[in-house]
Structure formats: C-alpha cells, structure tokens
C-alpha cells in the first residue's frame, strides 16, 4: 500500500493527513534506533576513544582527552607502515586476480554446456566454506614439513629444497594472498555471471550483423555494459578484503615477526593483546578514513553513472 | 487507517521488546541469591567436575543458585574487560594465571586478602601459583590448578641411538643432532607468535640464569643462542614459528620429533593418540634447572554484589576431595602442597616429573604489562629464528621495549 493510494482514498481532513506525516517518521524511527545504536554509536564511541589514552590501568575509571597522542604514536611506530603496505598490496594482488579470473570464468559460464549448473554450483563451494576451514587447511598444504604444496612442486623438479611457505617473511604475505584469491574467485564470478545474464542478446546479434569479432564485442559491449557491476563489485571487493582478518589471523598471527601484518590485526593486536585500547582505536579510525575516501569515489562515480 | 496503526505498534513493541531482552536476564529473586560464574573448560571431564561441585554447592545452601558460563579461553579477557565499563562481570570466574596481575591493576577484580586471611590456607599453595594471584600485596584470588613444562622425548629413538635423556644443555645439543634423521627432527618447541611461544622460552631464559627484570643480559643471549643453534643446524624445524604446543604434541605423537618441549595438559592426548613409545624428564639444565607455571586462578568480579557468597563458593569447592576429582579430569597438577602429595599424581612415573617440578616452577607473574613484554620476546624469538636479525640485535631490541614494562625488582 503507498502512501499516494492512502491519501487518495480518505484525503478528508488535514489533520489526518499531518498525522500520516507523524506515522511515516515513526515507521523509520526502528531504523533509525537500530543504526543510532548499533553504528554510530559505536563509531563515535571508537572517535572518542582514539582521542583520549586508555590502556588496561584506566579502562575502568576516568578517560582523559590527550589529543592526538595515539594518532602520533601510531605514526611513529614502523609497524604501522608495514601492516599498511601490507594491507594495501594484499588488498591489490587479491583483487586483480580474483576479479581476473572471476571474469573470465564467468564469461565461460555464459554460455551454454551440459553440467553447466552443476559446475557453477561446485565452485561457490569454495566460497561458502567456513574461512577457519579453508585457512586451516591451506597452513596444512603449505607447511615447510609435510605440506602437499612442497611435495608437488618438489616431485615437478621445481624446488629442489622444501620451502617453509609461511614461516619465511618473503612468503608469507604471498602465502596468504594466494589463499584469499582462491576463495574471492567464486564470488567475484558469481556476481558477474549475473551481470552478463542480464545483457540484452539483441546487441551482440546486431554487432555480430556489423562484422564485429568476439573481442570487440567484449570491448564495446560486454565492458561497458557491464561497468556499473564491475564498479561495485570492486568497490565492495577493495572493502572486503582490505579488513580481512581471519584469513590471515589463522594462517600466520601476521607472522613471522611483522612479515605478513596487516591493519586489522595490527589494530586488534594493539586493543585486545597489548591493550592499548586508545592506540587501537586511532588504527582503526585511520582504516575508517581511507575505506570512506573509497566509498565517495565510488558515490561520485557512480552517480556520474547514473547521470549520464 | 486503524490497521497501519496497529502495524505501527507492532513494530515498535517488537523493537522495544529486542531492546529489553537484551538487559533481561540480571537481578536477585526475593531471598535467594543467584551467582554467576564463568570458565573456560571444555572437555566432558572437567564440565562434569564443575558442575558437580556447583550442584553439591546448591545442594548445601538450597538459597544460592550458581550460573555456570562456558566462555571461550579467547574471548574470555574481551568480555571482563568490556563488562567491566558497565560494572558488570561474573561473581565468580577462571583467569589464566599468566593475565591474573593485569587484570588486578585494571581493577576489575575484587581485592579479598581479608577472606583469605580469614580462610588461613594460603600456606598451604606452592609459592610459584601463589604469586600470580597476588598484586601490589594484595590477594586476588586462589589457584585452581597448576601445569608446567617438561621434556617429552621418544624412547624408541633413544634406544635406537644408545643414548639417554639429556639432563643439560650441553647433551641437549648433542642428542638433538644425534637424533634428527630424514622426516625426524630432534627437538621441538612452540614459537608460535602468541602467548605459548613465550611460555615455552621463558624457562630456557631462567635456566641460563636470565629473568625478565635483567633481560639485558648474557643470559638472554645464551637462551636465544640455543634455539638459534637447533633452528640453524636443522636439528629443530623452523615451523617451529607457526606451531602451536597442540601441533608439536601431534608431530611428536606420529613419531616426527624425538624430544619436545610441553606441558601436564598433554599427558592425557599421548595416552590416547601416541603411536609413539615416550617418556618424560625434567628440562635439561642450563646454569640452573627451572620450568615455567601455567593454571588458572578463581577470581571473584570487583562489580560482584555477593562477594562473601562467592568466595564461601570457592572456599567449598577448594576441599581437597573437591579440588581433587576437579585436577584429575583436567590434567592440572595440584598448586597446593597437601593435594600435591596424594597418590595419583605421585605414583605415576610421568605425572611425578611435573609434580616434582612444583617445587621450582616460577610463574608468570610479570606485573600487569606483561602482555607487551611477552610480545617483544615472541617477535624477538621469530626474528631470530627465521634469520632475519642476528640474535645480538634481536636480543637488544626486546630488551629496549620490555625495560619500561618490567617491574623493577
């Protein structure tokens, strides 16, 4: 029922039409509690908190404003800079593979074959696997001793010693975004595949009329069609995956020494095992700061899109 | 009109019905008092131990009624932190026994030095689990119960090599060379960068005469030298750095390690899942022998409304037939001398090392920022033993960051 037919149908008296005004707010005011409560509340309070120096001695009592202590500590702190090159080149490699691949996988599930189904439905199996699981199980393939990944590339003659993938700092990092590339890679097809299903067929028949190859189909049709899929599935993909956590936290703790540390864990290292509640706050405040930088590139953009 | 109203209504009672579920759950029924209590055991042993004691408890005092709580030993330290903001936080909870201090100087547990006065048994406890419950002079709570770390090595692969145990660093090093074959190494150890990696360092770093107070020392060195000498040589593996205690005690129970470096709490998993024939000595001396304590300590909430209650519960369930059948089905050693003497953890040849061990055992009682320093000797550990940093550089660094956090003394 809109509210237009409401009105419509008993426009009698003006008092009832500005108590229809009063209802419409009060049906948004859950709403409006749940996110007061449940985001910005606990947003400003983080604000707060990375403005004032709370360690474990006074977390209890009184808070004090120290300004920008913990943002300047955080600064002149070297790990920081490493857990945020890090965040950032895992955040990079993930996404230009996964999407790489993702696409290519969709447009070859595009088109029609016998298994179609069946084969798409397996490879979102990967996605849908809990991450504690398939962490787990890639710390275990590549384990320097008796991982699976050793004995495979050993027996091709492609190294000759075992490699301890993730207790040497040149792989780590790499260790876990190959890890995180292979779960991303189903979801980055699925939401293509449903990008180009929606592609009107009449196109690609009309340029197939004017002569046009596969690859200037794709390059005039398929890619610009497909931008504003393309756009929000990179947008959520770089905020998905620039606060991986888990992944990461179970493959190598951000070991070994800072190799693989990235800002989440970095920031939950400080809160929640050295308990520099303000030091933390200020990290995460700064992760806040650049995925919002994204998010209104992305407003702009996409609003252009809309636009034009 | 009428029935978007009634819509409207509804959506708002459901909406203050979810806010108010969610307070729901707190307060005192007239005359009876309710405590709560929090823990972080897991196996069918220990939760049938635990609420044994806690019906035994309602039993004898029909006007107390105890809500035992499993939380998850990770979440554990969060969640008295975060209820602590609210005064909020269980009557009655288990602390590890290495994060007792910091969360006595947070103050969010009560000070009950005068009930344990009062209660008088204090010298009963091995000074080691005592003193981690113990902050700036006052009591913080009582020991549960106490686990240490010993040798663990494979006695089939010694016979193999006509060797014994080693009993100091110098055979240690011998032996692990001796040992380490194709698909086996010599010697084992947890460097995981988490709080076990520190716990299986620190009792090197005391055997070579070393303390976290003068971490700045040769000590150090020596300590770090050794496992940088097995990591080097290959008698020790460098995943060393990814593996927990759990995993060493797997690689040691499918017969890929000789000797390891472990704890009580896996007695009970070598009994069952061992294909290995094994046995347990004390740590090798270095200048001096020594281990390290773990365990857990009863605690009482500083926000607890039933204090007395509360510590007439531990009081209870510290009876020595009490506290015993609990130790028993959670693989922890008595931290009390009385307990300590019984039979079941002295006739057994390998309980009996670690029993004998209490004697000596220090705990982790580092003062409250013993979270940082802990995480300078892990990186300092993983630094070394990947190669990164020589172990002089390494050494230095952490003892720079663990100066203004130890407590001088």
């Known amino acids: ?308 | 009109m009428r029935g978007k109203m009634k819509a409207l209504f509804l959506t708002l009672s459901l909406f203050a019905l979810a806010l108010t579920a969610c307070s729901a759950g707190s307060g005192t029924d007239s005359g009876k008092v309710t405590l709560t209590w929090w823990d972080t055991m897991t196996t069918d042993g220990s939760v049938t131990a635990i609420n044994n004691i806690i019906s035994e408890y309602e039993k004898a005092h029909p006007n107390v009624k105890i809500k035992r709580t499993y939380v998850s030993s990770s979440d554990i330290k969060n969640k008295l932190l975060l209820g602590s903001i609210g005064n909020q936080g269980p009557d009655i909870v288990w602390i590890d026994s290495a994060d007792h201090q910091t969360f006595a100087a947070a103050g969010i547990l009560a000070d009950i030095s005068s009930e344990v006065k009062a209660w008088g048994q204090g010298d009963l406890y091995y000074d080691g689990p005592w003193s981690s419950t113990v902050y700036d002079g006052k009591n913080y709570g009582v020991p549960v119960g106490s686990n240490n770390l010993a040798l663990f090595y494979n006695k089939d692969m010694f016979d193999q090599a006509g060797i014994k145990p080693p009993a100091n660093w110098n055979e240690l090093k011998e032996d692990a060379k001796l040992l380490t074959q194709k698909n086996v190494y010599g010697f084992a150890v947890s460097a995981v960068k988490t709080e076990e990696g520190t716990f299986q360092f620190l009792p090197f770093l005391l055997q070579a005469g070393s303390d976290i107070p003068d971490f700045d020392s040769q000590g150090t060195l020596d300590a770090v030298n050794l496992y940088d000498y097995m990591a080097k040589n290959n008698y020790m593996s460098r995943e060393v750095i990814t593996q927990k205690q759990s995993d060493t005690a797997t690689q040691f129970a499918a017969g890929k390690v000789a000797m390891m470096v472990n704890g009580t709490w896996q007695i009970p998993f070598l009994q069952k899942e061992g294909k290995v024939n094994w046995g347990v000595v004390p740590l090798p001396e270095g200048k001096t022998g020594a281990t390290v304590l773990g365990g857990e300590n009863w605690a009482i909430s500083a926000a607890s409304k039933h204090k007395e209650a509360a510590f007439d519960v531990i009081r209870f369930a510290n009876e020595p037939d009490r506290l015993k059948k609990l130790l028993q089905t959670n693989g922890r050693l008595p931290s009390r001398k009385d307990l300590l003497r019984d039979a079941f953890w002295q006739k057994d040849p390998q309980m009996k090392v670690f029993a004998d061990a209490m004697e000596v055992a220090k705990a982790r009682a580092y003062g409250p920022d013993y979270a940082g320093i802990s995480e300078a000797i892990q990186t300092m550990l993983q630094q070394v033993l990947t190669g990164q940093t020589s172990p002089e550089q390494a050494v230095q660094t952490a003892a720079d960051k663990i100066k203004p956090l130890a407590p001088n003394n």
Do not use: C
């Open chain 1, 1 to 308: 029922m809109s509210d237009q037919s409401y009105s419509a149908a008993a426009p009698r008296t003006s008092k009832r039409l500005r108590n229809t005004a009063w209802t419409r707010y009060l049906f948004v005011l859950p709403v409006i509690l749940f996110l007061l409560v449940f985001i910005i509340f606990p947003i400003v309070y983080n604000l707060i908190l990375s403005f004032q120096n709370v360690t474990v001695y006074n977390f209890k009592g009184h808070h004090a404003f120290a300004g920008l202590a913990s943002y300047v500590k955080t600064f002149k702190d070297p790990v920081f800079y490493t857990a945020l090159g890090n965040s950032v080149l895992f955040t990079v490699l993930s996404l230009v593979f996964q999407f790489s691949i993702g696409f290519a996988l969709a447009l070859f599930f595009n088109r029609s074959f016998p298994g179609r189904g069946l084969m798409r439905s397996l490879m979102l199996l990967a996605w849908m696997l809990p991450v504690v699981i398939t962490a787990s199980v890639f710390q275990w393939m590549l384990n320097g001793d008796y991982g699976v990944v050793n004995y495979i590339l050993q027996s091709l003659g492609i190294i000759h010693e075992p490699h301890s993938w993730l207790s040497e700092n040149g792989t780590a990092l790499l260790s876990t975004i190959v890890a995180n590339i292979w779960v991303g890679i189903p979801f980055n097809m699925i939401i293509l595949l449903s990008g180009l299903q929606g592609l009107p067929e009449q196109l690609y028949e009309a340029a197939k009329l004017d002569g046009a190859g596969k690859m200037l189909q794709f390059r005039h049709i398929t890619l610009p069609l497909m931008r504003p899929t393309i756009l929000i599935l990179l947008m959520l993909g770089i905020i998905n995956t620039f606060k991986v956590f888990d992944m990461i936290f179970i493959m190598t703790a951000g070991g070994p020494v800072n190799s693989s540390n990235v800002l989440p864990i970095y920031a939950y290292q400080l809160s929640f095992t050295k308990f520099q509640f303000s030091q933390g706050a200020s990290v995460s405040m700064i992760m806040f700061a650049i995925l919002t930088v994204l998010a209104v590139i992305y407003l702009r953009m996409s609003s252009k899109e809309e636009a034009a």
